[in-house]
């Protein structure tokens, strides 16, 4: 099912990443220190939360903050990946987005630092999302009670940890969440093109570095685990997918959904029309947002 939203009448994230751009342009020789550093700007679009607790944890061996709405059912997991091409972002920068989401869907989120490229490159942040999918299953979490989420590379992450178990034989979790999510490492996707005038931050060539990072010379770009438009979905849990419209990765997006629908998966796409990369970023901030994660938790309830 595909879906269109109205634009907002704010776009504090548009801003934020025509700032990232002429930045980027500035300072084409940042060193990785000044990038993360950055991008650890994701959360200022994003209003607090209210109600909403926050603890650092360290879960199967990596750290994380968790994200603690009051009132919020702890049995009910939302394991987070963040994005950031799997090299820059954190648990700060999408501690935020996370609580928002949480608070909605009635459950506690989970945000990991994974093992972050080119020092740690593929697949480690998959291990890693792994190794927190299984600690919190041997703490006495059902499987079927834990959401992998995540927001463009963590997008990615969300649905490669789900494929990583089913390849493992292992159990899989509840339902699969990917908010603008990159996938495509072959980096020649359509919308690539026809959206490179409006997406205010994606560039092929900022895509090219962060895959060279993630992937090197040695992993091949269409390894399920690394790039799941290759990934089998039979038997895949349950997802829920969004994109903005005028984004590069929007063909992403409904790739995803097309191969998920084929295998027969129950996957819902939306496409909200006019708004950029991960628009839920602007949460508290913009009514496309808000009303976004209203309708995810609507989804979220109706599969419990």
């Given at each position: 099912m595909t879906t269109q939203t109205t634009t907002g009448t704010q776009d504090k994230l548009r801003d934020?990443?025509?700032?990232?751009?002429?930045?980027?342009?500035?300072?084409?020789?940042?060193?990785?220190?000044?990038?993360?550093?950055?991008?650890?700007?994701?959360?200022?679009?994003?209003?607090?939360?209210?109600?909403?607790?926050?603890?650092?944890?360290?879960?199967?061996?990596?750290?994380?903050?968790?994200?603690?709405?009051?009132?919020?059912?702890?049995?009910?997991?939302?394991?987070?990946?963040?994005?950031?091409?799997?090299?820059?972002?954190?648990?700060?920068?999408?501690?935020?987005l996370a609580g928002h989401v949480a608070k909605a869907l009635g459950a506690v989120s989970f945000v990991l630092d994974y093992r972050r490229a080119p020092e740690h490159p593929h697949p480690a942040q998959v291990e890693d999302g792994v190794a927190v999918f299984e600690a919190l299953v041997d703490s006495g979490i059902d499987p079927k009670n834990i959401t992998t989420i995540g927001d463009s590379a963590g997008g990615n992450l969300a649905i490669a940890i789900a494929l990583s178990l089913k390849e493992q034989g292992k159990p899989l979790p509840g339902q699969v969440i990917a908010f603008s999510p990159w996938l495509n490492m072959e980096n020649d996707g359509k919308t690539l093109e026809t959206n490179l005038d409006t997406d205010a931050l994606i560039t092929p060539q900022l895509l090219e570095g962060m895959i060279a990072g993630v992937l090197g010379d040695k992993i091949d770009p269409t390894t399920p685990l690394a790039n799941p438009l290759y990934g089998d979905y039979e038997g895949f849990p349950r997802i829920y997918i969004n994109a903005g419209s005028v984004e590069c990765l929007r063909d992403n997006a409904e790739q995803l959904h097309e191969r998920a629908t084929a295998a027969g998966v129950d996957s819902t796409l939306n496409i909200a029309e006019g708004q950029q990369h991960v628009f839920t970023f602007n949460a508290g901030n913009s009514d496309v947002a808000d009303e976004e994660i209203a309708r995810l938790a609507d989804w979220y309830r109706q599969g419990r």
């Open positions: 934020l990443y025509t700032e990232w751009s002429q930045l980027m342009a500035d300072y084409p020789t940042m060193n990785m220190r000044l990038f993360r550093a950055v991008f650890d700007e994701w959360h200022q679009p994003t209003t607090e939360p209210e109600n909403v607790t926050y603890r650092e944890d360290v879960v199967g061996g990596v750290p994380g903050i968790w994200c603690l709405p009051e009132g919020a059912d702890e049995s009910q997991v939302l394991l987070y990946t963040h994005g950031g091409g799997f090299a820059v972002g954190s648990s700060f920068s999408h501690r935020k």
